[in-house]
């Protein structure tokens, strides 16, 4: 568990009033379509670039479109991030309080599930509309703590009037994106704010690395659980002379028998004890084992193999692959770097070598090992449909790639060189 330090700065080390004003100054010319006297952070202009493509207003009142109490009580029995509640506050609690900040942990849309700290401070955030249920995605407040290491998936701490609702310029706000150790999915975000007169550039590390220990735990939850299972699995995989595995709630494998290993099967988000056709093993049936899934293989011939495949990137904070056709339909929510990588094939139909993906997603044709990695954890739900020598989509599957209306709104959080050269290419001059 983190360990909070005893002593707590509680000014920063810059001229925090010279900086806001500064930035106040940026923030009115931008918007205003003036020429500014520096340019703001990259971060920053690239998500001041987004809201005002999407129309958020930076004087509208956020105090409106809270979810109802049940909501949101209903959300945190389904977050995987109560799981880690302990580990967020002990390691930043006890701190943010004493430094005049509050905690915030937000689920993967940016709705407020939990928030904490200081009582003058949460009055405060009552004020501005930072309270349990509220939406603080980018969409709906502009740039922030919550909404925007959201779409960006890397932690950002926003001062004064980086912010782009007028409201919340006296705030400083940190956030770190919290994700799914097993797959890369966006859980939610934890983030400290507070008056921007308490800013100290040591928060941004601090968020981070409490949120790293929030994976780790959940890390450990999932082999914990995967362990437990395996033990009532394995006397029953013993017993049959047939080809099945077991699988937990969410297909994750924990033992198999007579095929090949599958690190994860693909489950239908409805799943009966009836017979299902599943991409890894073909036609099957399934029958509830303890906290899992024992899929055992049919016999009989298989459907034909799917060929449709739609790869959703149109929106900013998960994607998805969808494939679909005579044998049935499923999808599966990518990971930043598997939606990366499956958008470059998409737009390279006639294929790419390892080194050509790596010098697309690193700018570096070296890092070959890595891509090959990633690739092969792709190819364990794609199989067939996917090729390599060059890596590509086989010739029977029918791809469709599902883009964001404003093309400069393309996978915001990716800082692949092939990715980043496309945004660029589409902004106005």
Sequence with gaps: MAKSPKNVPRSAPVDA??????????????????????????????????????????EHAFRSGLLAPDEVLRRRAESPLRHVLPVLREG????????????????????????????????????????????????????????TPAVVRRPVQVFAAEHFARSLVSWTCTGAPITDPRDGRLLGVVDVSGPLETMHPATLSWVDAVAKLAEARLRELHQGSLERLRAVAAPVLARLGERAVVVDQDGWTVAVTGMPYTNRIALPKSLSTSRRWLPEIGLCSVEPLADGWLVRAADEPLPRAATRVVLDLGRSRSWSVTVSG???????????????????????????????????????????????AEMSRV???????????????????????????????????????????????????
Aim: with cysteine.
């Design 379 to 429: 190819r364990r739900y794609l199989g067939g449909l996917l090729e390599h020598q060059p890596y590509r989509f086989c010739e029977d599957a029918d791809v469709e790639v599902l883009l964001p209306d404003d093309p400069r709104d393309l996978l915001p959080h990716s800082t692949a060189p092939a990715v980043t050269r496309t945004r660029a290419s589409t902004a106005r001059p």
């Design 326 to 372: 005579g044998a049935g339909s499923w999808s599966r929510e990518l990971s930043p770097r598997h939606a990366e990588l499956l958008y470059l094939l998409a737009v390279h139909p006639s294929g790419r070598s390892a080194a050509g993906l790596a010098g697309d997603l690193f700018g570096d044709p070296g890092r070959t090992v890595t891509v090959r």
């Design 92 to 147: 930043l609690l006890q701190v943010a309080d004493a430094a005049h900040h509050i905690m915030v942990i937000a689920d993967p849309e940016g709705r407020v599930l939990w928030r904490e700290g200081c009582a003058p401070v949460l009055r405060k955030a009552d004020g501005l509309g930072f309270e349990p249920g509220a939406d603080w995605s980018e969409d709906a407040v502009g740039t922030n703590g919550v909404g």
């Design 17 to 58: 009033a010279h900086a806001a004003r500064l930035l106040s100054d940026v923030r009115d010319a931008t918007l205003a379509g003036r020429p500014a006297r520096m340019a703001p952070r990259p971060v920053i202009e690239q998500s001041w670039g987004r809201v005002l493509r999407g129309g958020v207003d930076p």
